[in-house]
Structure formats: C-alpha cells, structure tokens
Nanobody
Framework: QVQLVESGGGLVQPGGSLRLSCAAS????????MGWYRQAPGKQRDLVAR???????YYADSVKGRFTISRDNAKNTVYLQMNSLKPEDTAVYYC?????????WGQGTQVTVSS
C-alpha cells in the first residue's frame, strides 16, 4: 500500500510562486507515472501535470509554461513548481498515480491565489 502526503500549499498573491511536494511511501514509487491533480470548489478533479517513470512530462493547457513537474526517485517525492499564479489556480491540489488509483488519494494541499 502506497501513501501519498501533499504539502507546500498556502496563500499567495497573483503572480507569485509556490512549490508543492508529494511524498510517497513504498519503494515501488519509482515505477509509477505520477500526476498532480486539482479540484476547485464545485468542480471536478482534473489532471494538471503528469510525469512518467522516465521523466517525460505533460501539462494541461491551462498551466503550460507556468508549472513544472519533477520527481526525485531517491526521495520518493514528486514536486510541482507553480509560477505566475492566477486566481483561477485556486484549488486543493492532490497527487496520485496516472492512471489514478482511488485508494491512494491523500488529504491534498490548499492553494489560494488572491490579493
């Protein structure tokens, strides 16, 4: 069983930056493609960035050029560097495998972009 713990969220002004971290338990982490997902109030949970086991990346159009996903397999950790944040980026951010394993969802970390 893999447990995922997200951290690094907070309140930031428009144009600011945050770096999210997702720490995974379990040595099999390195074979999974991992993703960052987000869910805004009243909306579905969507994939915003994905990284394969070989570090190939994918980004949703809404974050392309502003967000960067990376992974450190030695630390069993996935990161999401978020720059040029916009109010519409406000959401709870979660990490999970790609495709999703429903029993891996963690608590998420809240990101609020507001002046």
């Amino acid at each position: 069983q893999v447990q995922l713990v997200e951290s690094g969220g907070g309140l930031v002004q428009p144009g600011g930056s945050l770096r999210l971290s997702c720490a995974a338990s379990g040595s099999i982490f390195r074979i999974y493609a991992m993703g960052w997902y987000r869910q805004a109030p009243g909306k579905q949970r969507d994939l915003v960035a994905r990284i394969s086991s070989g570090s190939t990346t994918y980004y949703a159009d809404s974050v392309k050029g502003r967000f960067t996903i990376s992974r450190d397999n030695a630390k069993n950790t996935v990161y999401l560097q978020m720059n040029s944040l916009k109010p519409e980026d406000t959401a709870v951010y979660y990490c999970n495998t790609v495709p999703v394993r429903p029993n891996y969802w963690g608590q998420g970390t809240q990101v609020t972009v507001s002046s």
